[in-house]
């Protein structure tokens, strides 16, 4: 299994950019497929992008298309999270998740967050105006 572990966040402006890193502990992380969720306060945990376990396809929120670009590293074990031009509505807790998978599978069932098995403690996003 694997035990993902965010960094990255904090307090940017309006058209700003930040690095979100997923660290992944375990031997085998090339084989799970990675997400990146977020969730703002009083609204439910939502799909940020995602991206098969060899990195040959991602998949992103309509909301976030064209300015974050989701990658991995699979000799670091660690997934990664560009977010560019980015806006006040971007604000909110960014969770790291995975599942086990070396297998392609719908762009929607990327999306579910129940599709997901390993969820980190999340990193603070803050897009100030």
């Known amino acids: 299994q694997v035990q993902p572990v965010e960094s990255g966040g904090g307090l940017v402006q309006a058209g700003g950019s930040l690095r979100l890193s997923c660290a992944a502990s375990g031997r085998t992380f090339s084989g799970y497929s990675m997400g990146w969720f977020r969730q703002a306060p009083g609204k439910e945990r939502e799909f940020v992008a995602a991206?098969?376990?060899?990195?040959?396809?991602?998949y992103y929120a309509e909301a976030v298309k064209g300015r974050f670009t989701i990658s991995r590293d699979n000799t670091e074990n660690t997934l990664y999270l560009q977010m560019n031009s980015l806006k006040p509505e971007d604000t909110a807790v960014y969770y790291c998740a995975a599942f086990q998978s070396t297998t392609y599978y719908s762009g929607n069932y990327y999306k579910r967050p129940h599709s997901y098995d390993y969820w980190g403690q999340g990193t603070q996003v803050t897009v100030s105006s």
């Open positions: 991206i098969t376990w060899i990195g040959s396809s991602s």
